[in-house]
T-cell receptor, first 114, second 115 residues
Framework: GNSVTQMEGPVTLSEEAFLTINCTYT??????LFWYVQYPGEGLQLLLK?????DKGSNKGFEATYRKETTSFHLEKGSVQVSDSAVYFC?????????????FGKGTHLIIQP | SAVISQKPSRDICQRGTSLTIQCQVD?????MFWYRQQPGQSLTLIAT?????????ESGFVIDKFPISRPNLTFSTLTVSNMSPEDSSIYLC????????????FGSGTQLSVL
């Protein structure tokens, strides 16, 4: 079956540091890949997505590239801010047609210190 | 986007009782889903709420334990029946607005603790 594996948290960084949160997946076919973010006290919201190999999703300074050869979708940001502190979830959609839910990783808690 | 309201936001319940969680969207949506997020675990899809018919459950989840209703395009309920401490979790409603867009929108969740 489908699965998503994320690096364990919490990840603690200083402001302006470079961020990488690793995500790898197992899926049949050609999944779409997503990063969702949950800020403290709020619901999950889509951060970025990529729908095919070599696509790069980007939003709010975050980027992730769909790497089919390594089945990865690592999240990166060049200079993090305190406001980026949140829980980040990697997810995939494999069954297509838009009619199904997503498979999520366990989430990575990111803490940015001033 | 839309406003997705979930009620209650949290509850503490006794073993053996049932709790119904409501999800209300302020506009019509195509798909509605219910997820569970157990402590330290990923979000797990419980079921797809189908309008006017029985929900479609994922492996490991059954209707007797998690009955779901979806009477229209903006509202759904999830009931957690005959609760045990293992049901302590965050329950999340999520929606899709159309089948051409895989983006999910989430409610803020219901944090359930079972004593």
């Amino acid at each position: 079956g489908n699965s998503v594996t994320q690096m364990e948290g919490p990840v603690t960084l200083s402001e302006e540091a470079f961020l990488t949160i690793n995500c790898t997946y197992t899926a049949t076919g050609y999944p779409s890949l997503f990063w969702y973010v949950q800020y403290p006290g709020e619901g999950l919201q889509l951060l970025l997505k990529a729908t095919k190999a070599d696509d790069k999703g980007s939003n709010k300074g975050f980027e992730a590239t769909y790497r089919k050869e390594t089945t990865s979708f690592h999240l990166e940001k060049g200079s993090v801010q305190v406001s980026d502190s949140a829980v980040y979830f990697c997810a995939l959609s494999d069954r297509g047609g838009g009619a199904d839910g997503l498979t999520f990783g366990k989430g990575t808690h990111l803490i940015i210190q001033p | 986007s839309a406003v997705i309201s979930q009620k209650p936001s949290r509850d503490i319940c006794q073993r053996g009782t049932s709790l119904t969680i409501q999800c209300q969207v302020d506009s019509q949506v195509t798909m509605m889903f219910w997820y569970r997020q157990q402590p330290g675990q990923s979000l797990t899809l419980i079921a797809t709420a189908n309008q006017g018919s029985e929900a479609t459950y994922e492996s490991g989840f059954v209707i007797d334990k998690f009955p779901i209703s979806r009477p229209n395009l903006t509202f759904s309920t999830l009931t957690v029946s005959n609760m045990s401490p293992e049901d302590s979790s965050i329950y999340l409603c999520s929606v899709k607005f159309d089948l051409t867009n895989e983006k999910l929108f989430f409610g803020s969740g219901t944090q359930l603790s079972v004593l």
